[in-house]
């Protein structure tokens, strides 16, 4: 299994950028696709996913309104799109696979790979200068 990771860079303080995770190996629609996070000095946090099979999503506090998540299943490409971006945001953004359909949620929220059957992307550096 391989999540092929794109999108990132160096971008000013409110502009945007946008991430794509493209997974291989794996069945598109048994998945959980999403992101984290880790800034320099920091611990990971789950920044938001998408649940394929249903399209239920989940968005940490401090992205929501701000970032969006979509899933292309034609594509089997997941996107996040990051808008209005700030210093804060600056981090290695990891795309992750979770197997499941529960996983993703208000409720449940987004915790990291656990299982076997769950992945690591290789990790995109986000820099929003100030």
């Known amino acids: 299994v391989q999540l092929v990771e794109s999108g990132g860079g160096l971008v000013q303080a409110g502009g945007s950028l946008r991430l794509s995770c493209a997974p291989s190996?794996?069945?598109?629609?048994?998945?959980?696709i999403g992101w984290f996070r880790q800034a320099p000095g920091k611990d990971r946090e789950g920044v938001s996913c998408?649940?394929?099979?249903?399209?239920?999503?989940y968005y940490d506090a401090s992205v929501k309104g701000r970032f969006t998540i979509s899933s292309d299943a034609s594509k089997e490409t997941v996107y996040l799109e990051m808008n209005t971006l700030e210093s804060e945001d600056t981090a290695v953004y990891y795309c992750?696979?979770?197997?499941?359909?529960?996983?993703?949620?208000?409720?449940?929220?987004?915790?990291?790979?656990?299982?076997?059957?769950?992945?690591w992307g290789q990790g995109t550096q986000v820099t929003v200068s100030s």
């Open positions: 992750v696979a979770l197997w499941g359909s529960r996983r993703c949620g208000k409720r449940m929220g987004f915790l990291p790979p656990r299982y076997e059957r769950d992945y």
């Open positions: 998408i649940t394929n099979s249903d399209g239920t999503t």
């Open positions: 190996g794996l069945i598109f629609d048994d998945y959980v």
